[in-house]
Every structure is written in C-alpha cells, then in structure tokens.
C-alpha cells in the first residue's frame, strides 16, 4: 500500500510518533508551533510542496532542502519531524498529520479539575500550595476550584474526578461519633476489658 493513501490509521500512526517526538525531546508545545508553521509553510508555497513531494528528486536531497528551509530557526524535533515526513512520503497529508497531531496533544495534556471544599473561602497561596501536591502526587497539571461549604466546619474535602479525600473535622467527628456508638453497642471499642 502505498504511503501516499490517505489511511487515517497510519496518519493517526505518524502522529503518535510525533507527539512522542514531543515528549523525548520535552517540548511538545513548542514542536506544535512549529508543525503548524511547517504545515502553513508547505500549504502555501506550492513550489515547495512540489518540490518535497517529487519522486525524481532524490529523498536525501529533498530532506536537505527541507533542513535548510528550517536552518537554525527550527528545534531538533521539527528536524526529525520534517525528516519523517519526507521519508514516509506524506508531505501531500501534512494537514490531515497536523490534525491527528493536535488531537492527540489536545488528549495528552488533558487537565484535571479538583474541587476542593472548605468551611471559608482559600487564599491563592493555599490554593497554589494544594495544586502544586496534587500535581506532584497525580502526575497531572489540575485546575482548582474552591468550593464554600459551612458545614464541614473546618478542614477540606479535595474531590479529583471520582475520588474523595476527606479531611474535613465533620467527617472526623462523624468517625469518633461512629466508634463511641460501636462501644456503646458492646462492638470493639477503645479498651474495653475481658
């Protein structure tokens, strides 16, 4: 089959190996600006488009052309990109690649909302703080959002999706009222005597 066709499995293929392009060399923000320009660039100079896309060029020779178009402007990833894309042959799909491409960064860097409760509205700094250690725990970039509720009294309740950590002192005294019932019950209890 040839790599021309426009199989929107092997595009979607390529553009998984762009985005890991992306995360290899740490930037993927940047290797999307850049694809977008590249992208712009060959769907607008047509003599260059002809140029990439001509089989009676030699491949080496259209990815040095392509190289010296980047020069000293592009990162090392847009190299290996553009080098990719001449070498598989679907410089004619660039836009449909560059599509796929940001679908998938779009889906990477999906950011995760944590509601966090408490008795009286949190200043920014604790807000920064407690986004910071869920960053840290989830491995996520999260959006904070604060939520008042007067009755949890005090402390917070964090909800990231559907996970709930309750650190409130309502659920804390709801848990000692809890075991001083199971005592009183004659269930285990603190220190009850044989």
Excluded: C, H
Excluded at 72 to 96: F, H, N, R, V
Excluded at 168 to 188: P, Y
């Amino acid at each position: 089959m040839d790599a021309r066709d426009n199989n929107p499995e092997r595009l979607q293929e390529y553009a998984r190996a762009l985005l890991d392009i992306g995360r290899a060399t740490g930037d993927i923000d940047l290797l999307e600006a850049e694809l977008k320009e590249l992208k712009d660039e060959i769907i607008s100079n047509l003599d260059l488009k002809k140029y990439l896309t001509d089989q009676s060029i030699v491949q080496s020779e259209r990815i040095k052309t392509g190289m010296d178009m980047l020069a000293d402007g592009g990162s090392p990833a847009i190299k290996t990109a553009l080098a990719m894309i001449i070498t598989l042959d679907i410089t004619e799909q660039i836009e449909a690649l560059y599509e796929a491409f940001t679908a998938l960064v779009n889906a990477f860097k999906k950011q995760a909302y944590v509601e966090v409760v408490s008795a009286i509205e949190l200043d920014q700094e604790t807000i920064d703080m407690i986004k910071k250690d869920v960053d840290a725990a989830s491995g996520l970039d999260v959006r904070v959002r604060n939520t008042v509720d007067s009755s949890i009294i005090g402390g917070l309740i964090i909800k990231i999706g559907e996970k709930i950590i309750d650190l409130s002192v309502k659920n804390k005294m709801d848990d000692i009222k809890a075991r001083l019932k199971s005592v009183e019950l004659g269930g285990e209890g603190f220190g009850t005597e044989d």
